[in-house]
């Protein structure tokens, strides 16, 4: 059997102290095998953004570890996680922090230029997923020149760019008209196919939820399989 390449184990977080503390993860098992496409559901404050941050390294548990390729991130120094979620995991949230002062190319090329791809290789792999996700004729514009769901597409291709091994995404479509939700997850099938990249899609809507491989709820701090 194939090693995860995402690993939850005992995962706990925690916020305030004493009295006041609030429990959101409660030793928490998860496991995420290569080319597989989970979806989490659960109530609003229920802690699924919450746990896509501590999966991403994002954030740091009050308890258990996040396992990526085989290795705890906890014990990764920051430029060593930095440089590992640069190259091992695409992140898509629910704002979705494009830099203002570049163009949608721009923006989506910015991981490759991090992780040492040449300018014109950076480009010409942004410029491909940008077309994938419907946006060919929007290469030049800013992020305060496009919609919503258009800034929302452009931060899906750049999660994608450096064909991640893992895609933690949340509400990814959630902004979206039925047309583009349906390229976005078109464009997730493509990608488990062309790389064996595995997702995590966190979402409200569960026809979404369906279309991926297995589905889990997030009930009192702990994950349920829910059945097809």
């Known amino acids: 059997m194939a090693e995860p390449v995402l690993e939850a184990r005992q995962l ?8 006041l503390s609030v429990s959101v993860l409660r030793q928490l098992d998860f496991e995420l095998l290569p080319g597989s496409q989970v979806a989490i559901v659960g109530a609003s404050g229920s802690g699924k953004s919450t746990l896509l941050n501590l999966l991403g ?22 430029r060593e996680l930095c440089r590992m979620r640069n190259r091992s995991l695409g992140f898509v949230y629910q704002f979705h922090h494009l830099l203002p002062e570049f163009s ?55 999660a994608l760019v ?14 979206l008209d039925a047309e583009a939700a349906e390229q976005v997850l078109q464009l997730i099938g493509e990608q488990r196919r062309e790389t064996t990249a595995s997702f995590v899609l ?20 702990r994950l349920r399989k829910l059945s097809p």
Do not use: F
């Open 104 to 158: 949608a190319l721009e923006n989506v090329a910015m991981p490759g230029l991090i992780a040492g791809m040449s300018g014109p290789q950076a480009r010409v792999a942004a410029a491909d997923l940008l077309d994938r996700v419907g946006l060919s004729e929007r290469l030049q514009h800013r992020p305060a020149q496009l919609s919503g769901g258009e800034r929302q597409r452009v931060a899906i291709a750049r």
């Open 162 to 175: 450096l064909r991640p091994a893992c895609v933690l995404m949340d509400e990814p479509t959630g902004n």
């Open 12 to 19: 706990s977080r925690a916020y305030g102290v004493g009295e």
């Open 202 to 221: 966190v979402t409200h809507n569960l026809a979404i939820a369906g279309r991926m491989d297995s589905r889990h709820e997030l009930v009192n701090g």
């Open 57 to 78: 390294g994002l954030d740091k548990p009050c308890g258990g570890s996040v396992w990526l390729q085989g290795r705890n991130m906890a014990g990764m120094g920051e």
